[in-house]
């Protein structure tokens, strides 16, 4: 009887110890990809910009955050209606 207590304990004891994965988890990914964006803007001299610009054109290097996307507009497109729909 001991000795089958013993197989079922051993065998849950690997079982668990191969469970506990190395991989990185979710939150793990999520920090990685904010360091890599901070190091990103930090190494470029970046501007980042809290509200968008009134005239919607930008600087050199200034770029807006809308919500973890960081927008920079190259070329406005024009304001009048071609008139196709």
Same mark, same amino acid.
Do not use: H
């Given at each position: ?17 191969? !469970?506990?994965? *190395?991989? %990185?988890? @979710? ?9 890599? =964006? ?17 005239? !919607?054109?930008? *600087?050199? %290097?200034? @770029? ?9 507009? =190259? ?11």
């Amino acid at each position: 009887m001991k000795r089958g207590l013993y197989v079922v304990l051993l065998t849950v004891a690997v079982i668990m110890g191969f !469970s506990c994965s *190395k991989t %990185k988890s @979710y939150t793990d990914y999520l920090n990685d990809q904010r360091d890599a =964006i901070n190091k990103l803007i930090s190494e470029n001299d970046f501007i980042i910009l809290n509200d968008f610009p009134k005239d !919607s054109v930008f *600087k050199e %290097k200034e @770029y807006v955050n809308l919500n973890g996307l960081y927008l920079r507009i =190259i070329k406005p497109g024009d304001k009048k209606k071609s008139g196709r729909r």
